[in-house]
């Protein structure tokens, strides 16, 4: 029981990694990234392709392999989100072109580094934890410990910091910065590279503990967005609580019941909060 909620946590942080970077570009631009979950396959197999077929030493691998999910991201900005956004396309315009950045990326994976499913070394090799009588993997601590203080740094910059008021100022209105001297597309772009960073973060911890396929970008853009919203879509916290729900639920199904009600239970909770608390769980009502 112990070994599969560490399981569920991990991949929950996972999700709340993801969640996370949604929260982010939400706030700056009102956009719904639906590419996010490629960024995670971006990093994992980033860091396969780098450390096992370019020989690079594992942690510059790494170190890499998130670089390269958030250059991806900014590539997803300048080349696909700007350009919508200079012709005032429709926010639905926006997010399907985003969808269709996810469904386009499997392929595109597969043919450039590799079509099955792949996973690396421990970044501690040997490395375990003794809770009771169960022991489990040093990288699911790992993973746990890592995206805590990511989303504890995250949070505070979104609350305290000149670029967390940019970041709100220009969800709120985009036209009114641009007159207050705060350029949109410039924090957008500061946005983008940060959840490509968080997601691709998330993959390159990831791919230590379990397998990444290429195919997994939509599926776990799906999933981290039910994260985010579960939790509060502008709240940080919210987000990495849903995350964290959301990956022991669907654990504790896989390990007790069957995989295939995954979908099931997510969007089953996805269902519950729309109707009784739209707003997410952690973000206070706000008066009409």
């Not at 973060?201 to 981290?224: C, E, H, K, N, T």
């Amino acid at each position: 029981m112990i070994a599969t909620l560490a399981v569920g946590l991990a991949l929950g942080a996972m999700y709340a990694l993801v969640a996370t970077g949604y929260t982010i570009v939400y706030r700056a631009t009102g956009v719904i990234n639906f590419a996010s979950g490629t960024y995670v396959v971006v990093g994992g197999l980033g860091s396969y392709w780098l450390s096992e077929q370019e020989h690079w030493p594992y942690g510059l691998a790494v170190v890499g392999g998130t670089v390269l999910a958030g250059v991806w991201s900014s590539v997803l900005w300048f080349v696909i989100i700007v350009p919508l956004w200079r012709r005032r396309s429709p926010g639905y315009i926006v997010l399907l072109s985003t969808v269709m950045v996810a469904a386009l990326s499997a392929p595109l994976i597969e043919k450039l580094v590799t079509p099955d499913a792949q996973t690396l070394p421990a970044w501690v090799p040997g490395w375990q934890v003794r809770v009771g009588q169960s022991r489990i993997s040093g990288q699911y601590v790992l993973i746990m410990a890592v995206s805590i203080a990511v989303v504890v740094a995250v949070t505070l910059l979104l609350r305290y910091s000149t670029t967390g008021r940019r970041l709100r100022a220009c969800a709120a209105n985009r036209e009114t910065s641009r007159l207050l001297g705060i350029h949109p597309e410039g924090v957008g772009a500061v946005a983008m590279a940060v959840t490509g960073l968080l997601g691709g973060l998330a993959g390159a911890m990831a791919i230590a503990a379990q397998a990444i396929q290429p195919d997994v970008g939509l599926s776990l853009s799906v999933f981290a967005f039910v994260a985010a919203v579960f939790g509060g879509l502008e709240s940080a916290a919210g987000a990495f609580a849903g995350g964290l729900v959301l990956g022991v639920a669907q654990t504790l199904v896989d390990r007790y019941y069957t995989a295939s009600y995954d979908e099931l239970i997510v969007f089953g909770l996805l269902t519950a909060v729309l109707l009784l608390r739209p707003q997410g769980l952690l973000v206070r009502s706000r008066p009409r």
